[in-house]
């Protein structure tokens, strides 16, 4: 994936502001360089236009005597090209056959046929650039003057030429480009700085806002930002705060309730708790004295269904313990094939559940969480899966993550898609895919707290082959903790 920079908030606030101010900085220079540009290049070629025009009205009287050209022309060489960086050469009126172009290198810019064939009828004047720097290339021809009856070819005037250079107005143009470029370097520098002021002053109400929005996430439900102006964000500083507020109470009144509802289970567990007691008994000895038919049915079947109850009492009575924080780990060194194996044994599952695992392997957890955790794995897939159900542990395939795995599988229809992601849920049975459940929907749940309570995990999933597939991962007990 190509990688691209990211920008803050801030900095592209500071480019767009300063864009802007360059883009009207660079913008205002070169309406200033345009207009002084034409300005100076208008007041030179005024300048020149005015000399030339002004000389040959001095320079030429308006009835010429004869050959009076050469006298002409001497006069008007001199009086337009001793000025600074100008040149003046003057042309007879060219004959048939004749260019009518002024010698080579008497000027500095080379005159062209059209231009002298112009110059013939007026004034006329171009700019010319040449090896780099500017001049003026200006032709003038008198017209209104008077010859002689005989010979009007030996009266004419002559062609004048000049060549002006515009080096020292380049030369200004090139300061005043000079003095622009660094006007805006200053004027970008400004106005980065005036950007990321500007910037920090709007955006540090933002980054108050997403401190305290965090925060609230995080839980602290106190959390308040400080409204100063009342512009667009002291507005949302304020929303934020009845926002906050009104979340504060719903969630005071959700933790008081569910508070409330836990206590109610577990006071109305402990209260059954006793006299469930004594229907096990009683309803035991009655189910034993029974006959096999009639009312003996009858009483085996109360005598299950108070069985089934006092075990979901003792789940109740479990998970309030986690929800009140008060259920402990009593550590000690577990071999973990034994406790398995004992586990097993108790419930009578010795012979229906395929168990793998080395024989000397000793961790340190609790063992009697370890036996609720191994029952509620085995039981469930025995009760809801099919044979063969198997139980693996071991080390974990990561060396340097210690403890025990222990892999739990069965044959049966494996767990539904919607059911995987809330399987360690209470209450929650997958009798979709399954068989009838008669558990609680608690045994998971409980397996689930004791394995974190062991600081471990507890996953499930389903087998590509075929079944449910449970893994429990305990690590070694805190040597701190050690009697």
């Given amino acids: 994936m190509r990688w691209r920079p990211r920008f803050g908030l801030r900095m592209r606030l500071a480019a767009a502001f300063t864009a802007v101010a360059l883009l009207a900085s660079v913008l205002a220079s070169g309406i200033s360089y345009v207009l002084l540009r034409r300005v100076m290049l208008q007041r030179a070629q005024d300048a020149v236009l005015n000399d030339v025009r002004d000389t040959l009205a001095q320079r030429i009287p308006p009835t010429l005597p004869p050959d009076a050209e050469p006298l002409i022309s001497g006069a008007l060489e001199e009086a337009l090209g001793t000025a600074e960086g100008r040149k003046a050469v003057a042309v007879p009126v060219p004959l048939r056959g004749e260019s009518g172009l002024p010698p080579p290198g008497s000027l500095d810019v080379p005159v062209t046929r059209e231009f002298a064939r112009r110059a013939l009828w007026g004034i006329v004047f171009q700019r010319v650039n040449r090896n780099g720097t500017p001049y003026l290339l200006v032709g003038a021809h008198v017209t209104d003057y008077e010859t002689t009856v005989d010979e009007p070819w030996r009266t004419s005037p002559p062609v004048v030429f000049v060549s002006a250079s515009l080096r020292r107005e380049a030369a200004d143009l090139r300061l005043f480009t000079r003095t622009l470029l660094i006007a805006d370097a200053a004027a970008l520098a400004a106005a980065l700085g005036l950007a990321l002021l500007a910037t920090g002053g709007v955006l540090r109400p933002v980054r108050r806002l997403g401190a305290a929005a965090r925060a609230l996430g995080e839980g602290r439900l106190d959390i308040r930002v400080r409204v100063r102006g009342h512009d667009e964000l002291a507005d949302l500083a304020a929303t934020f705060n009845r926002t906050a507020e009104a979340l504060e109470r719903t969630?005071?009144?959700?933790?008081?309730?569910?508070?409330?509802?836990?206590?109610?289970?577990?006071?109305?567990?402990?209260?059954l708790r006793t006299p469930l007691t004594s229907m096990i008994a009683v309803t035991g000895v009655l189910a034993e004295e029974a006959g096999e038919e009639g009312e003996g049915a009858a009483v085996r079947l109360v005598a299950e269904e108070t069985r089934r109850l006092g075990r979901l009492v003792e789940h109740l009575i479990e998970i309030s313990r986690f929800d009140a924080g008060a259920a402990a780990l009593v550590l000690d060194d577990v071999n973990v094939a034994d406790a398995v194996g004992a586990t097993l044994e108790a419930r009578g599952w010795r012979d229906e559940v395929d168990v793998e695992g080395p024989a000397d392997l000793f961790v340190r957890l609790d063992p009697r969480r370890f036996d609720v955790?191994?029952?509620?794995?085995?039981?469930?897939?025995?009760?809801?899966?099919?044979?063969?159900?198997?139980?693996?542990?071991?080390?974990?395939?990561?060396?340097?993550?210690?403890?025990?795995?222990?892999?739990?599988?069965?044959?049966?229809?494996?767990?539904?898609?919607?059911?995987?992601?809330?399987?360690?849920?209470?209450?929650?049975?997958?009798?979709?895919?399954?068989?009838?459940?008669?558990?609680?929907?608690?045994?998971?749940?409980?397996?689930?707290?004791?394995?974190?309570?062991?600081?471990?995990?507890?996953?499930?999933?389903?087998?590509?082959?075929?079944?449910?597939v449970f893994t429990l991962w305990l690590p070694d007990g805190d040597a701190d903790e050690r009697p």
Avoid: Q, W, Y
């Fill in 373 to 468: 955790i191994v029952a509620n794995l085995a039981g469930n897939a025995l009760k809801h899966g099919r044979p063969p159900v198997s139980l693996r542990f071991g080390r974990p395939e990561d060396p340097d993550a210690g403890g025990v795995r222990v892999v739990v599988a069965d044959r049966g229809p494996g767990l539904p898609g919607d059911v995987v992601s809330v399987v360690f849920d209470r209450f929650v049975k997958a009798e979709a895919a399954r068989s009838r459940s008669e558990g609680s929907g608690l045994g998971l749940s409980i397996a689930k707290e004791n394995a974190l309570l062991h600081g471990g995990t507890l996953e499930a999933a389903d087998r590509p082959e075929g079944g449910a």
């Fill in 251 to 271: 969630v005071t009144e959700l933790r008081a309730m569910e508070a409330a509802s836990r206590r109610f289970v577990a006071d109305v567990s402990h209260e």
